[in-house]
């Protein structure tokens, strides 16, 4: 039976059998790029038609990096030995013996992947889970609800869980961020409640809502993220609240690559208004609110929790933190059940 050591040790590193965005769509060019997400050394690719491709980071025959070969529109080519490796993870030629046992061979894991509003996800399964689950597209990032969005991405020296707890905890809004354009007002004491839905749960202030940061959900639907509004000032431009969609995606057990969505519900010319405010007025305000947040979290890796005392308005965060835990001990149970821990 997985002990509480293991399961804290198991979420260094992310959850596993969800998509997690990895990186923004327009860094991936005409070269192999090689970076590591959760704990795992990949290469990402674009063939000749440009779809995207996510396989793991190393030459089946010698074990040296793929992203260091060569881009051949239909497959990389190695650069150590000039070993070709497809689409699939199959090795297609051999130029130093053709005809050896790796010909033919599916050497090389790769990961299922799409890419979604500028971004490139890929599953990260168990060895009992391969095959990925379906993937729910955030209601703000269909093309069919209204919404718009633009993409902010950063990488922060933090625990990837920090990032949700830092989510999950609408009343440092109140506080770290009383000086934004759009936090500045309602109440300094609030009483917050969790309110459960079919994907996870909403964790907000009782009594308030739409005058501050009020309200976070967790939701956990093929893909774990957080989602949350924010009031807008009418100098905010159209499109109502400003609404973030936000994924953490663990690149080792100390940094974390940030994903903020920034959307609002917008169409024809007050998509074109909302979107030339947010460029020329608001990007960069934006940027200096999740500056503050940065500077906050930079630094904080596993283990903070020793040092916490928390109330009431921190119920958000005991409630993610048990469904990780909980979630990281289901999988260890069955991966030690079928013998493959």
């Known amino acids: 039976m997985a002990t509480d050591a293991d399961v804290e040790d198991y979420l260094t590193l992310g959850l596993r059998n969800r998509w997690h965005p990895i990186l923004p769509s327009e860094l991936v060019k005409d070269r192999p790029l090689g970076l590591r997400r959760l704990g795992e050394p990949l290469v990402v690719w674009r063939d000749f038609a440009g779809r995207v491709h996510v396989q793991a980071d190393r030459c089946p025959h010698r074990g040296v990096p793929l992203s260091r070969g060569v881009n051949c529109g239909d497959r990389l080519r190695c650069s150590y030995h000039g070993v070709e490796v497809g689409p699939d993870g199959t090795v297609l030629k051999v130029p130093g013996q053709p005809g050896c046992r790796l010909e033919g061979t599916r050497a090389v894991r790769t990961y299922p992947s799409f890419e979604l509003k500028g971004a490139v996800f890929a599953w990260f399964g168990d060895a009992l889970n391969a095959e990925p689950a379906e993937f729910v597209v955030p209601a703000e990032l269909r093309d069919d609800t209204g ?26 809004g109140t506080f770290l961020h009383a000086k934004s354009h759009s936090m500045y007002q309602g109440d300094t004491e609030a009483s917050f409640r969790v309110r459960d839905t079919a ?6 202030k009782a009594g308030q809502r ?29 499109g109502g609240n400003f609404g973030i969609v936000s994924y953490g995606t663990p690149i080792d057990g100390t940094t974390t690559a940030c994903f903020f969505w920034r959307c609002r519900r ?27 947040d940065r500077g906050i979290l930079q630094g904080c890796g596993p283990g903070l929790e020793k040092h916490e005392n928390l109330y009431q308005h921190d119920l958000g965060l005991v409630r ?14 069955a991966l030690e059940g079928a013998g493959r821990r």
């Open 147 to 172: 919404y718009d969005s633009f993409l902010c991405y950063a990488e922060w020296e933090t625990f990837w869980r920090y990032l949700y707890d830092n989510n999950m905890d609408p009343m440092h």
């Open 199 to 204: 994907t996870g749960f909403v964790f907000e």
């Open 210 to 238: 739409d005058v501050n940061f009020d309200w976070s959900e967790l939701v956990d639907a093929g893909s774990l993220y957080v989602r949350l509004e924010i009031p807008y000032p009418p100098s905010g431009g159209p």
């Open 266 to 292: 917008a169409g024809g010319w007050q998509r074109d208004v909302w979107r030339f405010l947010y460029r020329n007025r608001l990007e960069a305000r934006h940027w200096a609110v999740l500056e503050q």
């Open 320 to 333: 993610l933190r048990r469904l990780l835990a909980q979630q990281a001990r289901t999988q260890l149970e």
